[in-house]
T-cell receptor
Framework: QKEVEQNSGPLSVPEGAIASLNCTYS??????FFWYRQYSGKSPELIMF????GDKEDGRFTAQLNKASQYVSLLIRDSQPSDSATYLC?????????????FGRGTSLIVHP | ETGVTQSPTHLIKTRGQQVTLRCSSQ?????VSWYQQALGQGPQFIFQ???????GRGNFPPRFSGLQFPNYSSELNVNALELDDSALYLC?????????FGPGTRLLVL
């Protein structure tokens, strides 16, 4: 079964700390990796995407991709209470000659003051 | 705001009925994907349309069908509704691989 796995949490961090969110995927042929934030009752909002091995930084967010180990992570520096949300990892998994966008179940992040 | 709109926002149906959900893409986006998100789960891919043709399908039965129109807006149709179809239905538009989600339609099947 082709999967994207995330720890459901909740992950609780104090305000100002670094939050580290992890995601593993099952297929080495996967391309394109995305992180979304979803507030309760709202739709997912794109935070970052990453295509190549290594780190990609955007403001307080850093995405890290390691294709050999099949994981992708999201670091949030200087976490704020407004970062409290569910973070969804999405991977384009190969399927029958194309790619299927596949989401993990999400990790709940709580940033407490 | 992503520029992707969906209607209706909420809907209540009974088992066995049919439902049509609608989505308007962000301007310039020629690809629309539909997802089902059950409570506490990540979105599950239903299918994708590119320039009015189905361009990929997830593990959903044929009673889930769709259309994309020349203006790239889209419909999701679900026939013979089941209780387990109760979920948030999301559409996402894209020009390349980056998807932007609409606000979703929350469907309750009784």
């Amino acid at each position: 079964q082709k999967e994207v796995e995330q720890n459901s949490g909740p992950l609780s961090v104090p305000e100002g700390a670094i939050a580290s969110l992890n995601c593993t995927y099952s297929d080495r042929g996967s391309q394109s990796f995305f992180w979304y934030r979803q507030y309760s009752g709202k739709s997912p909002e794109l935070i970052m995407f990453i295509y190549s091995n290594g780190d990609k930084e955007d403001g307080r967010f850093t995405a890290q991709l390691n294709k050999a180990s099949q994981y992708v992570s999201l670091l949030i520096r200087d976490s704020q209470p407004s970062d409290s949300a569910t973070y969804l990892c999405a991977v384009n998994l190969p399927s029958g000659g194309s790619y299927i966008p596949t989401f993990g179940r999400g990790t709940s992040l709580i940033v407490h003051p | 705001e992503t520029g992707v709109t969906q209607s209706p926002t909420h809907l209540i149906k009974t088992r066995g009925q049919q439902v049509t959900l609608r989505c308007s893409s962000q301007s310039g986006h020629n690809t629309v994907s539909w997802y089902q998100q059950a409570l506490g789960q990540g979105p599950q891919f239903i299918f994708q349309y590119y320039r009015e043709e189905e361009n990929g399908r997830g593990n959903f039965p044929p009673r889930f069908s769709g259309l994309q129109f020349p203006n790239y807006s889209s419909e999701l149709n679900v026939n013979a509704l089941e209780l387990d179809d109760s979920a948030l239905y999301l559409c996402a538009s894209s020009q390349q691989e980056t998807q932007y989600f609409g606000p979703g339609t929350r469907l309750l099947v009784l």
